[in-house]
């Protein structure tokens, strides 16, 4: 069963993409969120999901330090992590595939693209 | 003495002149005196030896020689009598006064029965005229007289030595008269020479004292009066450039006291980069001294990048180059260089400029406040962002929830919930559409205060601008099928390389076509690329509403959409061409609309093509 799992810290963005990936529970997808990158990294450590939805901006660690201490430190390279990115911020995008994500969706994002990105990621039609 | 000039031009002229008379006077005087000579001579022989035939016919005929010996010597005592002889006339000499003999010359004439005088030269006598008369006609003989020629020379000597004494005299009296008169011209104008060149050394209180009433003295009124004149307008001059002077330092005064309390920093650079001119403001901003400054070269004291704008102030003095350099305490001044003309300072020289003025202005604040604006901006619109990002979201989600699950339980078919059900949808779609024009909005906002603020990583490669204007169109074709517009492409496929941002191209030209396709109700919208003038010039040609005149020179402005913002509904951020404007001038281009209202627009822009000129495009626009 694959679980996918969302890294946002604010409540409302975490809420929004909880209710975009709803329709993958029909496909026998977990959904999984946490609030910050110290437990996300906990959380990817225990749960190994399938994908990740990591925000870059957030307490305690960053979006960057994750995704680089899940790919170069845990080589946990089958997690597929999707960073949201601002928009406009060339730098992030640099510093996310540096940090060696395999996908960047920029924010403000359109719910149907980040579901699209996620079918495709799981080869889920949906 | 120094002879005066003119009296040695006047010595010269008496000696020609003098040898000229004399010459022709010795000559002719010498030759009459020699004929009158001559003459007297002939007659004077012709009547002793008439004399003597006369009176010797008797003893000729007794031809007693010793008788006639007597009576022919006697006449030799006469002057100018040199010999006579008689002869028979058989040609015989009866008796002669030769001594001791007959000579030869004598006897070959002898014999002639001609009577006129003849010349005759004697060996070891000289020159002699023969006389003869005829004794009784010849019958008896004949009487020869010889006058001696010799006499006449040496009284015709005499004669001219006397003339040439004479004439010599004459020469020394008048070359002596003449000296005085010459003198008597000569000394007033000695005078006047002096006085003149004394005027000519401006010393107007000489005096010339000429007191004759010839032209000489008229001439020297007439130059006393000048130097009077003279003296006044020199007087007058005098004044006015005094007063002009001083007029000159004040000027003078006036504009370096208004150069030295100049905010700005001003530097004035010759034609080989040598700085010739500082004020204070530019010495305390580099914390220099003047004396630090001055005749050194600008590139060794303000580095390449004032070296280089004043190089091409200097090359191009119409424009005008900026940079941006490093101030003393970290501060930061924009210098504006402009070449110096030759207007005011009509020099020779090839090169159009004669130099550059730089002014600089500290503008540490202005950077600082500007930094702030953009960090302001970035901030904001990193903080609209979340919430709009679950605006967008969750209407999105509301959407799809009411379209999929909800409005399908709706059962009643009546108006009054059809146009209820028509009002959500249409009002979620209007939220939805906001959203969008917002987040552009946020997006274009980041943009611009980025590219103005010199934040924008810029990734020039080499690109195709093929490419740039498929995927530009490619990013735009859903508006052209939407509002069912035709996409005419007309690009010359042999167009090279250039280097470019390909990211930041294609957005200006989406720009471009989305800006083409909303203000186009119908017909076409054609992009065109070709090379023109060593450029690129790409153009967006619509057929749409037009923009009217007073509007197209602001619409590359921020937030200055063309239309009146009260009565027409904006149609977007108002910051796609600004954005696009930077962009394209960061790559060293120009963009530019031509347009008529009703008929349509064409938005152009250049690009060089140059591997050079981007790069160099960049380092002026800093």
Redesign the interface.
Known sequence: MPKVLIVEDEPLIRLLLEQTLEGFEDHGVEVLTVDNGLDAVEMIRAERPALVLLDVMMPKMNGFEVCSFVKQQLHMNDVYIIMLTSKGQEQDKLKAIEAGTDEYITKPFSIQEVADRVAAALKIRI | MIMSKLFKKTLLIIIVLFAVIALTTLISSGWNLYHDLTEEYKSKGTAIASSIAGSSVETLLNRDASTVQAMIDQFTEIIGVSYVFVVDAQGEIISHTFIPNVPDEILKIQTSKNVAPTDLHIRGRGDFIDISSPIVEGAVGYVHVGMDKGIIMSQLQAAMIRQIYLLSLIFIVSVAAAYVFVNRVSQPLNKLTEYSRKLAQHDFTAQVEIRSKDEVGLLADTMQSMAIELSEVFERYELALKDAIIELQNTLAYLTTVIDHMADGLLVSDIDGIITHVNPALSSMFGMRESDLMGKSCREVFGDDLAEIIQQSRRNPEAVYTTEIGLAGGRVGKAVATGIQHGYFPLEGTEKGIGSVILIRDITSEKEVDRMKTDFISTV??EL??????V???T??IK?KLEEDILKLVVAHDRKSERAIKRVRDNINIILSE?ERL?TLI?DL??IA?LESGK??WKMERISINEVISRAHDATSALFDKKGLVFIRRIDESLPEFIGDRDKLIQVVINLLANAVKFTPAGTVTCSAVRRNGELLVSVIDSGIGIAEGDRASIFEKFKQAGDTLTDKPRGTGLGLPICKQIIEHHGGRIWVESETGKGSIFSFTLPLSIASPVEAAASMR
Request: proline share 5%.
């Open positions: 619109s990193h962002r979340t919430p709009l990002t679950s967008k979201g969750f999105e989600i799809k959203s987040t997006d980041l943009d980025k924008v990583v």
